[in-house]
Nanobody, 118 residues
C-alpha cells in the first residue's frame, strides 16, 4: 500500500487547512491510518488515527477539539481537517498506516509541510 499526502501550505493563526492522504489500497478494512507530525528540532508525534473499518478515532490532547480525522471509503482517502490552527501546529505532517494487530506503523507517505504564521 502506498500513501500520498497533500494539502499542506501556509495559513494564518486561527485559520483552517485540510490534508488528504490518498492510498493505493483496494481495501482498507484491516488497517489503521494515522497522521503524525514533526516540527523542526522536535520528535515526531502522533496527531491522531482512525480505524478504517469502524471509523473510531483517537486524537492527541494537543489537537483534540480542533482537528478531525475522517475517511472516504470509495476514494480510499483519509483526511485531517485542522481548525483554529496555532503557530505550534507548524510541522511536516505525515500519513501512516498499519495492519490491525501490528505493533507499529510500517507504511508511510511523504510529508506535507504546514506552516502557521502568527
Amino acid at each position: 500500500v502506498q500513501l500520498q499526502a497533500s494539502g499542506g501550505g501556509l495559513v494564518q493563526a486561527g485559520g483552517s487547512l485540510r490534508l488528504s492522504c490518498e492510498t493505493s489500497a483496494r481495501t482498507l478494512s484491516r488497517y489503521v491510518l494515522a497522521w503524525f507530525r514533526q516540527a523542526p528540532g522536535k520528535e515526531r508525534e502522533l496527531v491522531g488515527s482512525i480505524r478504517w473499518s469502524v471509523g473510531t478515532t483517537y486524537y492527541a490532547d494537543s489537537v483534540k477539539g480542533r482537528f478531525t480525522i475522517s475517511r472516504h471509503n470509495y476514494k480510499k482517502t483519509v483526511y485531517l481537517q485542522m481548525e483554529s490552527l496555532k503557530p505550534e501546529d507548524t510541522a511536516v505532517y505525515y500519513c501512516a498506516a498499519h495492519v490491525l494487530g501490528a505493533t507499529s506503523y510500517d507504511l508511510w507517505g511523504q510529508g506535507t509541510l504546514v506552516t502557521v504564521s502568527s
